[in-house]
């Protein structure tokens, strides 16, 4: 039995590839992302997978504290805080 697991930055770079590599263990996947940097675009590869679920959202916002799940990778934030 798979592992229920929340990706925050899901749809970045690589979050994207988190959510892949997690869908193909035989896990849940909920990804959230705000698209800032990341894009739907990324994870449209997993959005026809039934174990995978997409939600638009800033994780600065409380929304998510209620339900389980077994794991919470954490990939939300700016990979460049400084830009040029």
């Not at 798979?2 to 590839?17: D, P």
């Not at 739907?40 to 209620?66: G, Q």
Request: with cysteine.
């Amino acid at each position: 039995m798979g592992k229920r697991i929340l990706v925050t930055g899901g749809a970045g770079f690589l979050g994207s590839h988190l959510c892949e590599r997690l869908l193909a263990a035989g896990n849940d996947v909920l990804c959230v992302d705000n698209y800032f940097t990341g894009t739907k675009d990324n994870v449209a590869r997993c959005l026809d997978n039934p174990h995978f679920e997409l939600m638009r959202h800033d994780v600065t916002f409380p929304a998510l504290r209620r339900g389980r799940r077994d794991l919470q990778p954490r990939l939300s934030g700016l990979a460049d805080p400084l830009p040029a």
